[in-house]
């Protein structure tokens, strides 16, 4: 198993342009969530998904964008890249009932 | 909503000595609780979990942890740090049962002396 796989590695961004980060697990876990990290403020929930056509918001959602086709694929669109999305970016996945998450290797976005 | 309190951002130790990194939690019943590493530059490794049963859990690396609900507090200890246990360290919380959102402490770096 690949377990949770994130691409790009490092992307940089002008203010203003779009992207898509992908993320894909082959654990069939049914729950994955995307996360930033900035420094001294630990990990903070984006948006979340309990199933394939499920997605919901979590704490600093303004900006992003989700959807879930299937159980494998949870990417993250920046509409319209800003300086303060500047951070890097990490997608997990869970089986719903183990409550243990399983990490990517993280992507980190530069907006300049 | 939960929340979780690192109050260390950083700390030194000496290779070989012990140690203890602080977690506190706000939450009403028994949370879900973790310890997470994650070394310059990778993404976040399990350390260990508490969902119930015996406060005291072992981990990977020599690391545990003892849940004290009376304290609300979720410590990591280990008996005789390596260097390559520098790292960042957090804790976080999920509301237990049924609940979606991992809640992240800030962390603490911990930093190793030869």
């Known amino acids: 198993n690949a377990g949770v796989t994130q691409t790009p590695k490092f992307q940089v961004l002008k203010t203003g342009q779009s992207m898509t980060l992908q993320c894909a697990q082959d654990m069939n876990h049914e729950y994955m969530s995307w996360y930033r990290q900035d420094p001294g403020m630990g990990l903070r929930l984006i948006h979340y998904s309990v199933g394939a056509g499920i997605t919901d918001q979590g704490e600093v959602p303004n900006g992003y964008n989700v959807s879930r086709s299937t159980t494998e694929d949870f990417p993250l669109r920046l509409l319209s890249a800003a300086p303060s999305q500047t951070s890097v970016y990490f997608c997990?996945?869970?089986?719903?009932?183990?409550?243990?998450?399983?990490f990517g290797p993280g992507t980190r976005l530069t907006v300049t | 909503a939960q929340s979780v309190t690192q109050p260390d951002i950083h700390i030194t130790v000496s290779e070989g000595a012990s140690l203890e990194l602080r977690c506190n939690y706000s939450y009403g019943a028994t949370p879900y609780l973790f310890w997470y590493v994650q070394s310059p530059g990778q993404g976040l490794q399990l350390l260990l979990k508490?969902?119930?049963?015996?406060?005291l859990v072992q981990g990977i690396k020599g690391f545990e942890a003892e849940f004290k609900r009376s304290q609300s507090s979720f410590n990591l200890r280990k008996p005789s740090v390596h260097w390559s246990d520098a790292a960042e360290y957090f804790c976080?919380?999920?509301?237990?049962?049924?609940?979606?959102?991992?809640?992240f402490g800030k962390g603490t770096k911990l930093s190793v002396i030869p």
């Open positions: 997990a996945s869970r089986r719903g009932l183990s409550y243990e998450q399983y």
């Open positions: 976080a919380v999920y509301s237990g049962a049924g609940s979606y959102q991992l809640t």
């Open positions: 508490y969902f119930s049963g015996d406060t």
